[in-house]
């Protein structure tokens, strides 16, 4: 078992999982210092391990997503499988799944599990939850956000786009881990285990709130808008004498007039039409031309450092490259070091609790090889090595 540190040390999660979702939501308790099983197909294993070979003939997502686990191979399906999977959960803390609808109650049904072990969370992560017309459907996390509306949200008018992360997925597992520490803590007053469903869609309707506010209430539609904010101006990408693009994020009416004061906008500042955000918005062209206008002119330096001044929230539009070099995550120290199956070391970003719990007692946490602690494990819940 693993010996990581963390506040979550003592507590077995066991996963059926793959691709992104769960992954996520067991890779963040591993990080809190969970013992997380990792129960893979024998025909492969999480096929998100195949998605690519970017780190060093690993899969990039697998890489993220699977450090500081155990793997298991059992076919979960099979007579004996299925028995060692019961033996598991008997032993385990939280039960965590996102694989096809009804799946996990055809393998282990709900009245069997909650006898088998009534201290048990369990968490199922799928598109759209466990009721409703669209409960059977596979989802993946494109299809979700063109569901929830986020892809026509995003991008241009006539010009819907993915997010470049994966949404849905992310957010569902960031959900799931929410949802099963409350679960842990009421477990902690009762003495018994609940059982949560994550509905990825659910997820993406929740961040749609503010557009589906407008819609329903005032029967406005707001239309996509780039790298703009759609309801908020000037606040998006502005161009600077280099070439270079500066976000700037103007907030409230008092920054707008400081942003004036910085680009000697004088007659704007001045002009009653553009003294509140939604006079602003009516004029949008208008008010972003006038800035662009005024930027375009500015060194990026300067210009950085006229708005620090005056208090002016703005940031740089950075690409992957720019971010792996970006001197905040090398100041704050957010690379850790996590040890490939083969051998390699390589450095991820380290997880946001700032806890240490995977790489505390236990060391360099560790990508698993499919399988690698089949036996290690079977031999912790019957006493004898695994076949």
Not at 15 to 25: F, H, M, T, Y
Not at 329 to 341: C, K, N, T
Not at 357 to 369: H, L, Q, S, Y
């Amino acid at each position: 078992m693993s010996d990581a540190g963390g506040p979550l040390a003592g507590l077995r999660v066991v996963a059926l999982e793959q691709a992104v979702a769960a992954p996520l939501c067991s890779r963040h308790l591993a990080d809190l210092g969970a013992d997380v099983v990792k129960v893979e197909r024998p025909d492969g294993g999480d096929f998100s391990r195949n998605y690519d070979t970017f780190v060093h003939g690993l899969a990039s997502h697998f890489v993220w997503l699977n450090y500081g686990k155990r793997s298991i191979v059992l076919d979960v399906k099979s007579a004996e499988g299925n028995a060692t999977l019961r033996r598991l959960l008997e032993t385990a803390d939280v039960f965590l799944s996102n694989l096809s609808p009804g799946a996990v109650d055809r393998l282990v049904p709900r009245t069997e599990l909650e006898q088998l072990n009534p201290r048990l969370v369990t968490c199922e992560i799928s598109g759209y939850g466990p009721s409703g017309p669209y409960r059977e459907r596979k989802a993946f996390d494109l299809l979700v956000q063109g569901e929830a509306g986020v892809t026509a949200s995003t991008g241009l008018p006539g010009e819907p786009a993915k997010p470049g992360v994966s949404l849905a997925d992310l957010g569902g597992g960031i959900y799931a881990v929410a949802a099963i520490l409350a679960a842990l803590r009421a477990r902690d007053v009762t003495g018994l285990g609940r059982r949560l469903h994550i509905s990825m869609f659910d997820v993406l309707a929740e961040w749609m709130s503010p557009l589906l506010l407008a819609y329903r209430e005032g029967g406005v539609t707001i239309d996509p808008a780039g790298t703009r904010h759609a309801t908020i101006t000037p606040y998006g990408p502005f161009l600077a004498a280099d070439g270079t693009v500066v976000n700037i994020a103007v907030q409230n009416d008092r920054q707008w007039l400081l942003l004036c004061e910085v680009l000697d906008l004088g007659d704007a500042a001045q002009d009653a039409r553009l003294s509140t955000n939604s006079g602003r918005l009516q004029h949008r062209e208008e008010v972003e031309t006038a800035v662009a206008k005024a930027v375009v002119a500015w060194p990026p330096a300067d210009l950085e450092a006229a708005l620090d001044r005056q208090g002016i929230p703005w940031g740089r539009l950075n690409h992957t490259p720019d971010v792996a070099a970006h001197p905040q995550l090398e100041a704050a120290q957010r690379w850790r070091p996590i040890d490939l199956p083969h051998g390699d070391t390589v450095r991820v970003v380290a997880d946001p609790f700032r806890t240490g719990g995977a790489d505390g007692p236990g060391g360099t946490p560790r990508v698993p090889g499919l399988g690698e602690h089949t036996d290690e494990v079977l031999e912790e819940i019957s006493g004898r090595d695994g076949g």
